[in-house]
């Protein structure tokens, strides 16, 4: 079982920056991709960014040039810069983590409980 707890959320006025943190503890024995996604009022969940045990990293259109993911793989932990954020940032942000038991083992993802970031003048 792997557990992930977010922080970092909050109420940023518009341009504004926030830095979500998510750390992964439990029995853990390897952790593919890690990310962030968020789920706003009325929409479905949605794809910020991920990136994986390597480094490599994808994002949403709607962020790039203004969010950066990073994580640091001997912590299992991920991290999500938030720069210059826009009212329509607004929503829950969710970490994941695909984990694996074994190196035989399929991939499941678990999810953080949310953290909420609210872009408001």
């Known amino acids: 079982q792997v557990q992930l707890v977010e922080s970092g959320g909050g109420l940023v006025q518009p341009g504004g920056s926030l830095r979500l943190s998510c750390a992964a503890s439990g029995s853990i024995f390897s952790i593919n991709a890690m990310g962030w996604y968020r789920r706003a009022p009325g929409k479905q969940r949605e794809l910020v960014a991920a990136?994986?045990?390597?480094?490599?990293?994808n994002y949403a259109d709607s962020v790039k040039g203004r969010f950066t993911i990073s994580r640091d793989n001997a912590q299992n932990t991920v991290a999500l810069q938030m720069n210059s954020l826009k009212p329509e940032d607004t929503a829950v942000y969710y970490c994941n983590a695909d984990h694996k038991t074994s190196n035989s083992s399929p991939t499941y993802r678990y999810w953080g409980q949310g953290t909420q970031v609210t872009v408001s003048s």
């Open positions: 990136i994986t045990s390597g480094g490599s990293t």
